[in-house]
């Protein structure tokens, strides 16, 4: 277990007589690993450090913004001069359209875009519209994708393909859910099952096209190809949550790359978050030009946001997304991300410990598994109690990765090759630990 140094073990005490489990979103209480998660004091480039003045290598990035690492000077110079100049008009700014005008340069399938605060107001606005835009009320999910914590996605697969959710958070009451149908992830025929039973009532598919939040699981191809297809054929959209893998795994998301594979391809509606604010709450929801112009005030479907497209958030989306743009930044970041995932398998190999990764971009993966996983019940058969010995390993050592085995792992730009040797070699240690 990790030494807890006594700064960071007063600050969690303090904060949790004031906020519950003493954390403002809950997997940053390490309930999942144990012990007392670091307090952080200041980021530069790769590095954290936590309030007893450690440095750790950070491998979180915020879950998923900081892809040019911490304190970019370009991105700080931009929030500079927006902060002078006003936090908040309420009003629009012309910074909005060049940032919707960046954002779809690099996808296609964006015509139009709001701009809203999080992932989550991303989710539940995408899916409002569906409704909205289709008349029908039926979506579908897969287990083990996140798309925020709106009510009708906090849902459990029911008994069968004929019967809807069931809540998986107290204060959801049962009727929300009901119109939640949850599928096995990758599972083409239970898709085509769902459809033939349902498709008439369906109004949208949402998917994580490489899920992020159950470590790092791809969407294979014909899983994609047939989610694509069946929407078509049915009158359903399918919504792409890109709000971790867009402007993480490529420049054009995830999207661009299953359009190699898939001639064609494109989602109806496009979620975005976490990159594409660099750091500050920003989000963002787009696509169809006919789906979007139901959104108020042009159609029906109401939708909204005091802070929307606040214009610091939106200077601070721009200047990353103009450091993201330019050329060979995702060659360099899936390197040095492979390079990690490559010498973490053969220290894992050298001290004979199950191991495999997977990585796209500047976003990876990895289980103490032999093989990777192609849905969530795979997933959970990694053994926790290991992990979590991997993952204070890890700490111990000044290595910051996700307290939960259900999480991505990040590398930024600013990432060196030495500090990926000095993860390796950190852990190298651990594996001859667990080994033993
Ligand atoms: C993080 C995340 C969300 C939620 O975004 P928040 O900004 O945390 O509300 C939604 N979908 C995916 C795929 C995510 O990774």
């Excluded at 069968?160 to 859910?177: C, Q, R, Y």
């Excluded at 920003?282 to 606040?310: C, H, I, K, W």
């Amino acid at each position: 277990m990790t030494d807890t140094t006594d700064h960071n073990l007063s600050l969690f005490h303090h904060a949790q007589a004031l906020i519950p489990g003493g954390v403002n979103s809950p997997v940053r209480a390490f309930r999942a690993v144990g012990g007392t998660p670091s307090f952080i004091t200041r980021g530069q480039g790769a590095y954290l450090w936590d309030a007893d003045g450690r440095r750790l290598i950070d491998y979180i990035g915020s879950w998923g913004p900081m892809i040019l690492g911490h304190g970019h000077p370009a991105v700080l110079e931009a929030v500079h001069r927006a902060v002078a100049l006003g936090l908040s008009f309420g009003a629009p700014t012309e910074r909005e359209s060049e940032l919707a005008e960046a954002i779809m340069r690099h996808v296609p399938s964006i015509e139009r875009l709001r701009l809203v605060s999080s992932g989550t107001e991303a989710g539940m606005s995408a899916i409002r519209l569906a409704r909205g835009a289709t008349g029908r009320s039926k979506i579908v999910k897969f287990n083990g994708c996140y798309h925020g914590h709106a009510d009708a996605l906090l849902v459990k697969a029911g008994s069968g393909l004929a019967t809807f959710g069931h809540a998986t958070s107290a204060g959801v009451p049962e009727v929300v859910v009901q119109d939640t149908l949850v599928l096995e992830y990758n599972d083409v025929a239970q898709l085509e099952a769902a459809f033939a039973l349902h498709g008439d009532k369906i109004a949208c598919v949402i998917m994580e096209p490489i899920a992020g939040n159950m470590n790092f699981v791809r969407a294979s191809v014909p899983f994609m190809r047939a989610a694509r297809a069946l929407c078509t054929k049915h009158g359903a959209l399918l919504i792409i949550d890109e709000v971790m893998t867009g402007f993480r795994v490529a420049l054009g998301g995830a999207q661009s790359l299953y359009a190699k594979e898939i001639a064609g391809f494109q989602p109806d509606l496009t979620m975005l978050g976490k990159v594409v604010g660099g750091g500050m709450p920003l989000a963002a929801f787009g696509g169809r030009r006919d789906v979007m112009e139901q959104l108020a005030p042009l159609g029906p479907v109401y939708q909204a946001g005091t802070l929307s497209g606040n214009p610091v958030a939106t200077a601070c989306g721009l200047a990353t997304l103009r450091e993201v743009g330019k050329p060979g930044f995702y060659a360099a970041l899936a390197e040095r991300t492979r390079a990690l995932i490559t010498g973490l398998a053969q220290a894992a190999k050298a001290e004979g410990v199950p191991f495999c990764g997977d990585s796209e971009g500047g976003m990876m993966g990895y289980f103490l598994l032999p093989a990777l996983p192609g849905n969530y019940p795979e997933v959970l058969q990694s053994d926790g109690a290991r992990f979590n010995r991997f993952f204070h390993g890890l700490l111990d050592r000044g290595i910051y990765t996700a307290p939960a085995l259900y999480e991505a792992g990040f590398v930024s730009a600013a990432h060196t090759g030495e500090d990926i040797a000095t993860t390796v070699a950190a852990a190298r240690e651990v594996f001859r630990e667990l080994a033993n």
